[in-house]
């Protein structure tokens, strides 16, 4: 166990009846990083960040967040995180200014400090000139940058988002992640899920989830590198049939289409040789096949592809 | 700490400040309410259609007639010739009332023998029959008693004597035979339930649809703090929209509070607990406030048609007042009846101060606890 991790979880699981919505999953988080979880929806990121906030009870395994216990110390983890939900849950009727007044009061953020602070915020979620304008009335992006704001008012040393960036325009999802670029540079830890997998790229570390299991926990690099050399890139003739031969092959674990091309994930048995062959046994005419550098969805589908 | 309560409880006079719909619940619906109680009951009640069959057709007949006319409850419809006529103006619904006075009325009277006067009533809505009776009555006993003052005086006897036959008090503290005064004591008790209960769950409510409550437990905030920043808000509106009620049935209807308004002040405050505690109940099984709303009902309705705000309930089949005595409501409107209109105290309260207390300090930590766990 790191013992300068800022999260470290073992065989965290967590069952809802029936459902294992997380499943043994085991993970550190060191201090600066930007930790992304990957995975499509319902697969169990949200009900993880749920028991790392210490709101809701594992069903067993253990993790510690900034040094506490999830379990038993869940009101001191509370005190040192920010935690932006799912959707970005301002009062829309107040105002900007009535938002982060709000945190700061509940966060007990000095009052002879307060205003100072505030000033900061607004101006760090870039909102001056807004701070009377209602919360409800901002765009999408406006309100996402206050909820960072609002999360972040007591300056927390890790902060929780739980895809913050759902339903953003892209302009505004990059300028989110130069926010969160340079709160990091402060030395502020993130772990922020997210569906989107080329925002993936952003963090240092990623963890795929899906169906409630960690699949793997690396850089995005390390990530590509277990795919690459496996991927092959086939351009054809008749890119229905190859796909319809590929399938049958136990040699290929995946294939899918990319525009008129095809791309085929092989086993550790697959070569290109045999892809070649078959496809031409099967009266498919073959102009081109390349190894490519797998992109996280790759990476991803390989993953799922390999535990099924 | 302090810091976290003052947060949540200027937060929620912002929201307040902000949402129409609540707060015209708290400023407009107190009045509005009053003047439909108060004023459409009041003319459900009086100007009764009344039918005459007046055989006696002399002076004492008509002053009888006429001071009935003058009561403001009866409007004189027509006349009928015979007795059949008269029950026939009833069952076609002509009439509410028929009047019947018999023949040689006015020379019994001046004889001083009795004057037998027949009064039929519709009885089919039990309000206007208890009305009419109720008028009738009065307007039978205060023409007697002007009859026997007349003829004593002409005897030479003083006015005193004469006090002896008035036997007015037929509607106790209610001479007038007002609705509004069973109506503000009515009003205020539905105001204090229904607003503080439907403010209070929808306001966590409102939060849980938001996303709002899921952020505010991430937070130190807590659950005892939560609590107290929602019924703090909902407590003063309550009051305020109270206070309001009070002074425009005393503006309006000129009904002021008869006893002490300490008193008066200090159970409405523990019954407030209750409706509070009714509403964080709602709010921890509510998922919208759609259902909010609906479970609100669930408690309301029953509360209106037992508790003797809308129906007597001395007029209740037995099961039915028993199964009233479940609803607080009952309870409050009767000791909000004695300290405004009777002007009592504790001494004579205390049988309903007793369930009352029980009810709402069960429900308050009842719905606490709930909503700790809940939340938490
Ligand atoms: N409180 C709950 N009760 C029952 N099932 C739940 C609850 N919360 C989440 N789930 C289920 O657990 C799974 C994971 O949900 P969640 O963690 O919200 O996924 P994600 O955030 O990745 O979309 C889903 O199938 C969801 O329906
Ligand atoms: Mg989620």
Redesign the pocket.
């Known amino acids: 166990m790191a013992t300068d991790a800022i999260i470290d979880v073992r065989n965290l699981t967590k069952r ?2 029936d ?1 294992t ?2 499943d043994q999953i085991s993970f550190s988080v060191g201090a600066g990083e930007i930790f992304a979880f990957l ?10 960040i749920r028991m790392l906030c210490g709101i809701l009870r594992p069903t067993s395994g253990t993790g510690r967040v900034l040094g506490f216990d999830i379990e038993r110390e869940g009101e001191k983890i509370k005190r040192g995180i920010g935690y932006m939900s ?1 959707r970005f849950s301002l009062y829309e009727d107040l105002t900007v200014w009535e938002n982060l007044e709000f945190y700061a009061g509940i966060y007990n953020v000095p009052r002879t400090r307060r205003r100072e602070r505030l000033e900061e915020l607004v101006a760090m979620a870039g909102l001056t000139g807004r701070e009377r304008q209602l919360a409800g009335q901002l765009s999408g992006g406006w309100q996402q940058r206050l909820a960072l704001g609002c999360a972040f008012v007591h300056q927390p040393r890790l902060l929780f988002l ?2 913050p960036t759902a339903g953003v325009d892209p302009i505004s999802r990059q300028e989110f992640w130069t926010l969160i670029h340079d709160l990091t540079r402060q030395g502020v830890t993130i772990f922020v ?1 997210t ?1 989107y997998l080329d925002e993936a790229e952003h963090a240092n570390r990623i963890g795929m ?1 899906h169906l ?1 299991k960690l699949r793997a926990a690396a850089t995005p690099a390390e990530l590509k590198r277990m795919v690459h050399g496996r991927l092959l890139n086939i351009a054809c003739d008749a890119p229905f049939e190859a796909v319809a031969i590929l399938q049958t092959m136990p040699e290929v674990r995946n294939v899918t289409f990319q525009g008129n091309d095809v791309h085929a994930l092989l086993t550790d048995e697959g070569a290109e040789e045999t892809i070649r062959n078959s496809l031409r046994q099967g009266g498919v005419v073959v102009h081109d096949v390349q190894p490519i550098t797998p992109s996280l969805e790759d990476v991803f589908v390989s993953l799922i592809a390999g535990a099924e | 700490m302090i810091s976290r309560l003052l947060a949540m409880v200027r937060k929620e006079f912002i929201q307040i400040r902000r949402d129409r719909r609540t707060l015209a619940m708290v400023l407009i619906m107190p009045v509005m309410e009053l003047l439909l109680f108060g004023y459409a009951i009041d003319t459900v009640v009086d100007h009764l259609s009344t039918m005459v069959y007046d055989e006696a057709s002399d002076v004492e007949s008509r002053a009888l007639i006429a001071a009935f006319e003058n009561s403001g409850y009866f409007d004189i419809e027509g006349y009928a010739l015979s007795q059949s006529e008269l029950v026939e103006a009833i069952d076609a619904g002509r009439a509410k009332v028929a009047l019947h006075i018999p023949p040689r009325f006015g020379d019994q009277l001046l004889r001083g023998q009795q004057g037998n006067v027949q009064l039929i009533i519709d009885g089919s809505d039990p309000n206007v029959a208890s009305t009419a009776s109720f008028a009738a009555s009065s307007v039978v006993q205060a023409r007697m008693a002007e009859i026997t003052a007349a003829s004593l005086e002409r005897r030479g006897l003083g006015r005193a004597a004469a006090a002896g036959i008035d036997l007015r008090p037929v509607v106790l503290y209610n001479p007038t035979m007002s609705s509004a005064h069973f109506m503000i004591p009515g009003v205020i008790s539905l105001i204090l339930l229904f607003q503080a209960l439907i403010l209070t769950a929808f306001a966590v409510v409102r939060e849980r649809e938001r996303g709002t409550l899921e952020q505010l437990i991430v937070t130190p905030v807590k659950s005892w703090e939560l609590m107290l920043g929602k019924v703090l808000p909902y407590t003063v509106t309550a009051a305020t929209a109270t206070i309001l009620t009070m002074l425009a049935g005393w503006i309006l209807f000129g009904v002021g509070v008869a006893g002490s308004l300490l008193l008066l002040g200090a159970l409405s405050l523990l019954y407030l607990l209750g409706s509070l505690g009714l509403g964080l109940l709602i709010s921890t099984v509510s998922q919208t406030q759609a259902q909010a709303m609906q479970m609100a009902m669930f408690f309301m309705i029953p509360s209106i048609l037992l508790s003797g705000f809308m129906y007597p309930r001395e007029t209740m089949p037995f099961a039915i007042r028993q199964l009233s005595l479940l609803t607080p409501m009952t309870y409050f409107l009767y000791i909000l009846r004695g300290i405004m209109l009777k002007g009592v105290g504790l001494r004579f309260l205390w049988p309903s101060v007793l369930p009352l207390a029980l009810f709402s300090i069960a429900v308050f930590a009842l719905s606490a606890k709930r909503f700790q766990k809940r939340i938490a």
Request: hydrophobic letters at 25%.
């Open positions: 809802f009846g459902l919505a997380v995975g499509p929806n319902g697969s169990g990121k949200s009900t993880t799912q739980d895809e899920t569906h989830i409630g």
